[in-house]
C-alpha cells in the first residue's frame, strides 16, 4: 500500500499529538494521584508495604554494585594516579565521582531496573485483570489507594538508596586502596576530607537523587497505568519504563550538573 | 509477610539511609573537624601563600596537627596572613618553631609544616609564628634558574 505525501504527514502531525496528549496525561495522573490527603485510615501501612516492596528489596542490588563501582574505582584511580605520584588522591577522586554523579546515576538507573519495571508489572496486570476498574466500582479511588502509596516510596527509598550506594562505594574504595593497593589509609581519608563539601558535594548529590527518584517512579507508575491491557501491551509498558527512565535520567543529570557545579 | 515484620525491616531500611547520609556528612566531607572545639588558634605570617587553601594540613613530622582555618591579606604588613588551628593535645611546639608552605608531592595540594624550635616557652592561644617559609613558586624558580644560565654565560 501506498501512502500519500498528505497521509504522512498527518501520521507526523498525529504522533506529535499523541506525544503531548500522554505528557499532558501523565501530569494530570501525578497531580490527581498526590494532591489532597489519602481518605484511607491505613495509608501508612500501605506505604510501608510499598516502602518494603520498592526500598527494602533493591537494597541487595544496590549494596552489590556500589562495593563493586567503588573497588574498580578505587583500582582504575590507582593505577592512573600512581603515575603521577600523586595516588593518595585516589580517596577524594572516589568520593567526589561516587557522590557527585555515580552514586545518583547508578542508583537511579538500578532502581529504574529493579523496582520500575516491577512497578510497571503489577500496576498494568491490576489494569488488565481490571482489579482498577473494580477498585472504581466500589468506590475507591484507584489513583489514591494503589498509585500514590508507590509514588511515595519511590520518592522516599531512591535517596536513601543513593546514600547508601556512596557509602558503600567509598567503603569499598578504601578496601582496594587502603588494604590491597597499600595506599596510607590518613592521606585516603584526609584527602577526602579536605575536597569534599558537605554543601556541594553531599546536598547536590542529595538533590540530584531526589529528581531523578520523582522521574524515575512518575514513569514507572504512568507507564502502569496507561499501558494496554493486554500481555504484550505490559510487556511493551515495562520496556519503556527501562528505557524512558533510563534516558531521562542521563540527560537530567547533565542538566543538573551543569546548573549545579 | 506479617505487619509487625514488615513494618521494623521498612524501619531498619530508613535508618541505614538517614545513617549513611550521617556518615557522608562526618567522615567523608569531615564537617565534624570543622565544629571540634578543643583546637587553638596559631597565626603566620607569609610573603607568598599561593595555592594555600583554607581546611589545608598542618603538619609536624609528617603527621596531621591541625588545618588552616582563614587567609587573609595583611594591609599594613603586605603579607598573607594564616589562621591555623592547632589540636590543643599538641601543646609543647616552642614559640620559635618555623612554619613553611609544601607541597605534598609535584602536583600534590599545599599544606604548612611546622619544624621544632628550641625555646622554652611553648605557642598558645592567638600567639605567632615568626619564623616563616613561603610558598614555592615554579616561575620565580624557573626565572632564577634562567638569569643564573644566563649571568654564568658572561
Known sequence: MKASMTDRIALLGRSGLDVVGTLGRSGIFLFQALAGRSQFGNAFGLLVRQLYAVGVLSMVIIVVSGLFIGMVLALQGYNILSGYGSEQAVGQMVALTLLRELGPVVTALLFAGRAGSALTAEIGLMKATEQLSSLEMIGVDPLKYVIAPRLWAGFISMPLLAMIFCVVGIWGGAMVAVDWLGVYSGSYWSNMQNSVQFGEDVLNGLIKSVAFAFVVTWIAVFQGYDCDPTSEGISRATTRTVVYASLAVLSLDFILTALMF | ?154
Open chain 2, 1 to 154: 509477610m506479617r505487619m509487625r515484620t514488615l513494618e521494623l525491616t521498612v524501619g531498619v531500611f530508613i535508618l541505614a539511609g538517614l545513617l549513611a547520609l550521617a556518615v557522608l556528612a562526618v567522615r567523608v566531607s569531615g564537617l565534624s573537624t570543622n565544629t571540634t572545639g578543643d583546637v587553638y588558634k596559631v597565626y603566620a605570617h607569609f610573603d607568598n601563600v599561593s595555592g594555600l587553601t583554607t581546611r589545608a594540613r598542618v603538619t609536624m613530622a609528617g603527621v596531621t596537627i591541625g588545618q588552616v582555618t582563614d587567609i587573609q591579606f595583611d594591609k599594613n604588613r603586605y603579607t598573607g596572613r594564616v589562621e591555623m588551628a592547632i589540636f590543643s593535645d599538641v601543646d609543647t611546639l616552642p614559640a620559635d618553631s618555623a612554619a613553611s608552605i609544601v607541597t605534598a608531592g609535584l602536583l600534590g595540594e599545599k599544606y604548612i609544616g611546622i619544624s621544632v624550635g628550641g625555646d622554652d616557652m611553648m605557642l598558645a592561644e592567638g600567639d605567632e609564628i615568626y619564623d616563616t617559609q613561603s610558598a614555592l613558586v615554579l616561575e620565580e624558580l624557573i626565572g632564577r634558574f634562567l638569569l643564573n644560565t644566563v649571568s654564568s654565560d658572561d
